[in-house]
């Protein structure tokens, strides 16, 4: 099983409007989508893949807690960035201001796309969680589904962490730009010291 609960915690509902619970952020990757991209994982996840790259992400207790005005303005202040990731965690559990941002960031030229553990047919569906076809309208790119350990693919080739993984290009302007590789990892370090590493393997490995 790969989904063990169906409701996100309540911890959820305390993330006041025009706000995004994150777990992490950094500029310019390059191994979380095409080009050079913001990344943000969000807070919270019901999943509990086995090998799941990020278990940090999986609690929905506040994390750090920042506006979506704010979090555009980080993005737009790189120039460096040309397109913006949304990770996780579970994106669509804060599907409307994530929807939000999207809308900034595509207004100012940059291109969105969005990891997710639903299927884009449940994303599609009465059941979904809120916000989800909002967001959905402004991805150019989505890669869905879980993350399914006994299926992991470990190739140079694959944009996708396990098999049952599909890539939906939702902008044309994209279909030759699935180029980035799912084993690829990639180590930032800060002005404070702290490194952060990641792509497959890597996760979202935060050390001092």
Same mark, same amino acid.
């Given at each position: 099983?790969?989904?063990?609960?169906?409701? %996100? !915690?309540?911890?959820? @509902?305390? *993330?006041? %409007?025009?706000?995004?619970?994150? @777990?992490?952020? +950094?500029? =310019?990757? =390059?191994?979380?989508?095409?080009?050079?991209?913001?990344?943000?994982?969000?807070?919270?996840?019901?999943?509990?893949?086995?090998?799941? /790259?990020?278990?940090?992400?999986?609690? /929905?207790?506040?994390?750090?807690?920042?506006? +979506?005005?704010?979090?555009?303005?980080?993005?737009?202040?790189?120039?460096?960035?040309?397109?913006?990731?949304? $990770?996780?965690? =579970?994106? #669509?559990?804060?599907?409307?201001?994530?929807?939000?941002?999207?809308?900034? +960031?595509?207004?100012?030229?940059?291109?969105? @796309?969005? /990891?997710?553990?639903?299927?884009?047919?449940?994303?599609?569906?009465?059941?979904? %969680?809120?916000?989800?076809?909002?967001?959905?309208?402004?991805?150019? *790119?989505? *890669? !869905?589904?879980?993350?399914?350990?006994?299926?992991?693919?470990?190739?140079?080739?694959?944009?996708?962490?396990?098999?049952?993984?599909?890539?939906?290009?939702?902008?044309?302007? #994209?279909?030759?730009?699935?180029?980035?590789? $799912?084993?690829?990892?990639?180590?930032? *370090? #800060?002005?404070?010291?702290?490194?952060?590493?990641?792509?497959?393997?890597?996760?979202?490995?935060?050390?001092?």
């Amino acid at each position: 099983m790969t989904q063990k609960k169906t409701n %996100p !915690d309540p911890a959820l @509902m305390e *993330i006041p %409007p025009g706000y995004l619970n994150i @777990m992490g952020y +950094v500029d =310019e990757s =390059e191994v979380n989508g095409p080009g050079c991209r913001a990344v943000i994982w969000v807070q919270g996840c019901l999943r509990e893949c086995p090998g799941c /790259f990020n278990l940090e992400s999986w609690s /929905f207790e506040m994390n750090q807690l920042i506006s +979506v005005n704010s979090l555009a303005e980080k993005i737009l202040s790189n120039s460096r960035n040309q397109g913006v990731t949304f $990770s996780g965690g =579970e994106p #669509f559990w804060q599907a409307s201001a994530l929807a939000a941002l999207a809308r900034l +960031v595509k207004a100012a030229g940059l291109n969105v @796309m969005s /990891f997710s553990g639903f299927t884009l047919e449940q994303l599609q569906s009465e059941h979904a %969680p809120a916000g989800a076809q909002d967001l959905l309208e402004q991805l150019d *790119i989505l *890669i !869905d589904g879980p993350y399914i350990q006994s299926l992991a693919i470990n190739s140079p080739d694959s944009p996708v962490s396990s098999s049952n993984q599909r890539v939906h290009v939702f902008n044309p302007a #994209f279909n030759d730009q699935i180029t980035w590789a $799912s084993d690829q990892i990639e180590v930032h *370090i #800060f002005k404070d010291g702290r490194r952060l590493v990641t792509g497959y393997r890597g996760g979202l490995d935060l050390r001092e």
